[in-house]
């Protein structure tokens, strides 16, 4: 079985009680924001860089939240992710409207946390602890699906 490994750098953007999620376009899950790092930037240039990418707006990653571990299966290949999750500042989004993806095969929208299982937001383990840092929670994460 192929493995493939993911570096990636996530950000929470959040307009109140909305955090932003993004999908592949025809996918029925969801994730945050933000994508994979690249040999040479920190991992707070990588948010700032894939936010910029995605939705073409400036962006600050503010408080380090914690890193997520994901493992899954798919198409007989055999994918493991770390990522790193931050806080991430954007001026000029509200949750009153899905901002404009600049990338063809993903979409935005917003979502309160009560809402995160119907969109399936993945990895799965991240949807409780975003709901606690909502409710001002703020150690720093370390979760995994692994045993």
């Keep these: 079985m ?3 490994f993911h570096l990636r750098v996530r950000g929470i953007v959040r307009d109140g009680e909305h955090i932003l999620l993004a999908r592949v376009k025809g996918k029925k899950y ?3 924001p933000g994508g994979h790092h690249e040999v040479g930037e ?3 240039q990588t948010l700032v860089r894939e936010l910029h990418e ?5 962006s600050v990653a503010k408080n380090y939240l914690g890193v997520v571990e994901n493992g899954w299966p798919e198409d007989g290949e055999y994918h493991y992710e770390v990522n790193h999750i931050f806080e991430a ?3 000029g989004l509200r949750a009153s ?3 404009a993806s600049k990338e063809d095969h993903i979409e935005f929208f917003w ?10 937001l993945r990895p799965k383990m991240i949807r409780t602890l975003i709901a606690n840092w909502m409710k001002g929670d703020t150690r720093i994460w370390q979760e995994s699906n692994f045993e």
């Design 30 to 32: 969801s994730f945050l």
């Design 97 to 99: 409207a899905s901002p």
């Design 111 to 120: 979502s309160r946390a009560d809402e995160f299982e119907r969109f399936d």
């Design 42 to 44: 920190t991992l707070a």
């Design 89 to 91: 500042e954007v001026s």
């Design 54 to 58: 995605e939705l073409g707006v400036e």
């Design 2 to 4: 192929q493995k493939h």
